[in-house]
């Protein structure tokens, strides 16, 4: 019988050595469970896990864990993301038990973007440990069953723990180191930031591989499909450390009018295809924001269902 | 240094609305240094403020002294035979300054006349930075000489985060990513295998979360 | 009622205002009655406090005439004044004070006319705006 860390949806189909796909879900700006389950059944089948993001761009939204657990009633495997900008290390740990309580199996450790750029900068911000900190916190928590201060927990947590990793965000000679430190404090799993230098970050994986990292940790890369040429511009010039080579540009720009989505679909299904040959890539990260229900479509397009069941 | 800025002429005249007889409080100690609470601003509001009250008709009597310092008793002690004559006083200190002189002169109203800001250094002249978040544990030496705590806006002991954009943070073109100086200053000096330890969790218990600190040094209490 | 004369207080620069002003008197040019002329070595030296004094002790007007930006003997004096000049026209209009009663000019050396021109100009304004108090 296979030893599982936590035998989440997605943890058993890395182990089998599948090639994973997930997907993300924003919570809605309210409590309002329709969109939840409206997204949710989008993505059932077409993805392993689901990332639900926590007061993404530091706007309020319903609170990750319980999107989680609208998710799970669903029938999906939520990855519950937390960021370090809202919380101290009481309230982290508080979540994580609860969580884990609820049978929430994946976890994702994030920075989180600084709340200035969101819906109240006036706020106080918390940063008492770090995104690499959080990810030694719930191992530890998980594996020795003991709180930071080193006392026991009554029943530890189980989780599967992911970080996120961006290949092109300066200073880039660092990242590699980054990335490897995250999976030495603890990260069974990484979901890149959306890739769409597709040679720099071959480059990228081919020193991850070289160092060996991708065989302590599952590395999925990230994509986003580009709507249309002005959210193509949005990210590579508004968004930090995220490159979109100028070909991607004139190649949904040519696509002509009312198209350029098809062809940001096309394009993010040759990227996972290429990702799939990719050595080192253990999977797909696919953040179709506010896009859900194309991805079905982009699934089936990149050879990606059915999506395995492992037992 | 303690970096302040001087409050909007405004805000400290709607403060002192209806008080007459006026003192204004300076020091020469970080304030002066930062151009804000010296003789010479003292002066400045001074001057505005009667300006501004002989404009509304009153008739105001505004003093001013500059004190070597406002977070000393000794100095504090130095307004004694003056406070007397005042309804208010106008201090231009750091926040420490006010409540000293309010601690020794219950009787008498005091007023802040300036924003302290942050402990920091002129960068050029006209031009404040901060450097130091006062956590009371320094761990700058393990960051090629420059304090994550203070100057990344996460705080982060392992950083850079992935908003590092151009060696400038997430947050503003306005503001240096740290991380990025110190991963390219550490690495220039060989010692990246330093960068690559986890830096454990923070003990936040010397900085203000500590709850509001104060420091004895017994050799030194009479 | 007694007609309003205004008090206005002029410091100008010992380079280009200066010789500005020595033209203008051998044109025969004449400035208005009470304006105080100070001369400074540099409009560079003059303080805020300088300014808000003139204001405190009663003028209704103050002016500072300075040489051209690029002309400065002392390099950038007169920069560092307009930016003072800005900085407490803003502190003036938060003390219920009309930030017009405070201006700076620069002139050339030769114009002897402009000097006299923008003492009458200050004149005028302040005629429109009044006793200061």
Known sequence: ???????????????????????????????????????????????????????????????????????????????????CRDRNRLAMQSDILGVSAHGIKNMLCLSGDHQRFGDHPEAKNVYDIDSIQLISMVKKMRDEGKFLNGEQIDVPPKLFIGAACNPFAEPLEFRVYRLAKKIEAGADFIQTQCIYNMDRFREFMKRVVDMGLHEKCYILAGITPLKSVGMARYMATQVPGMEVPEELIKRLKGAGKGKAAEEGIKIAVEQIQELREMEGVAGVHLMAIEWEHRVPEIAKLAGMLPRPKVE | MIVAEAKPIKEILEMIDGFNKILVVGCKGCVTVCNVGGAKEVAILASAIRIAKKKKGK????????????????????????????????????????????????????????????????????????????????????????????????????????GSNHGKCEVSPEIDCIWDKIVRKMMAQGRLDELLKIRPPKSWLTARDGGPRKMVREELVK | MQEFKPKIV???????????????????????????????????????????????????????????????????????????????????????????????????????QDFVNVANEMLTKAKELGPIY
């Open chain 3, 10 to 112: 002029a410091f100008y620069c010992s380079n280009c205002a200066s010789s500005a002003a020595s033209i203008s008197n051998k044109l025969n040019l004449f400035l208005p009655e009470n304006i105080k002329l100070i001369n400074v070595p540099c409009t560079g030296r003059i303080e805020i406090l300088h300014l808000l004094k003139a204001f405190e002790n009663g003028a209704d007007m103050v002016y500072v005439v300075g040489c051209q930006e690029d002309s400065c003997q002392y390099i950038n004096g007169i920069l560092k004044l307009k930016n003072r000049v800005a900085y407490l026209k803003n502190m003036l209009e938060q003390m219920g004070i009309e930030p017009q009663r405070l201006e700076v000019f620069s002139l050339y050396a030769g114009k002897g």
């Open chain 1, 1 to 83: 019988m296979t030893e599982y860390k936590s035998g989440s949806n997605l943890e058993k189909v890395l182990k089998a050595g599948h090639f994973a796909f997930t997907g993300e879900c924003g919570p809605p700006r309210g409590a309002n469970v329709e969109a939840v389950r409206k997204k949710a059944q989008h993505l059932k089948g077409c993805v392993d896990a689901v990332n639900v993001t926590d007061n993404q761009t530091a706007v309020v939204r319903m609170s990750s864990w319980s999107a989680c657990l609208i998710l799970k009633e669903e029938g999906l495997d939520p990855n519950f993301q937390m960021v």
């Open chain 2, 59 to 162: 008739d105001v009597e505004v003093g001013e002294i500059t004190l070597e310092r406002q977070c000393d008793p000794e100095y504090i002690e130095e307004l004694r035979n003056i406070v007397q004559n005042y309804e208010a006083i106008v201090s231009l200190a750091c926040g420490v300054g006010p409540q000293f002189i309010s601690e020794r002169y219950p009787e008498i109203r005091v007023f802040p006349g300036v924003n302290t800001r942050f402990m920091g250094g002129a960068i050029e002249h006209g031009v404040w930075a901060e450097r130091c978040a006062g956590c009371g544990q320094c761990v700058i030496h393990y960051f090629g000489g420059m304090c994550p705590i203070a100057r990344c806006s996460k705080s982060l002991m392992n950083g850079p985060c992935g």
